[in-house]
């Protein structure tokens, strides 16, 4: 349909009046809203990350599209829910212990929820035990550790840690990220994955969910 073909060109673009006016056109057409979700803004946050990831589009030009996406799902989330549509899967994001740092994080869980995932934020400075009772409580199949400097990259190790001994590791897929980080500190720390960046986090999801590109 070539009026979702032009949602996803005003999401690359970053023209949020333009999606927000076009999504509600849409609603209005009769249009599924999870088809606007898919066709549209999932598409057009697709393109992004692949400019991204070409070095094509920059941080605030992401920014831009996300925040354009973010207007169009405020409209979009009530028509969701009333439609009983699915998400691809739920994501825990934290920077852990320590760590006052969000700008990775947040961009990260942008990108992941223009691919469709919903994203439960809690925030910076979180101590192990608090990861625990916040995947107790909203029951995630991905868990993403932030961090970003060096003194508090070892409290993804206790954070792990926390969840083995809690016996939730059987439960969620843990990942992590951050400027200090790398795989083969992933791997030291029984991480079951690691992206360097916000396009490569939602690769590492998709993979770890078995969902194709």
């Known amino acids: 349909m070539q009026k979702l073909q032009e949602l996803a060109l005003y999401l690359e673009q970053g023209q949020a009046q333009k999606v927000t006016a076009l999504t509600e056109q849409l609603l209005e057409a009769s249009v599924s809203p999870q088809l606007i979700l898919n066709d549209g803004l999932i598409a057009g946050m697709a393109v992004v990350g692949e400019k991204m990831r070409s070095g094509d589009m920059y941080l605030p030009e992401v920014l831009q599209s996300a925040g354009a996406m973010q207007a169009s799902l405020k409209i979009l989330k009530p028509h969701l829910a009333r439609e009983g549509a699915k998400s691809r899967g739920k994501i825990l994001m934290g920077t852990v212990k320590g760590d006052m740092h ?11 929820q223009g691919a469709g995932f919903e994203i439960v934020d809690i925030g910076l400075n979180v101590p192990p035990e608090k990861f625990v009772e916040a995947i107790k409580a909203h029951q995630p199949s991905i868990v993403a550790l932030s961090a970003m400097l060096t003194t508090t990259m070892l409290n993804m190790k206790s954070t792990i840690e926390s969840v083995r001994s809690a016996g939730l590791s059987s439960d969620v897929k843990i990942i992590i990220g951050g400027a200090p980080v790398n795989q083969n500190f992933a791997d030291q720390i029984g991480a079951d994955g ?15 969910l078995s969902i194709s590109p």
């Open 102 to 112: 969000d700008i990775g994080k947040n961009l990260v869980g942008i990108m992941l």
């Open 194 to 208: 690691y992206a360097r960046d916000a396009v490569l986090a939602v690769d590492k999801v998709k993979q770890l």
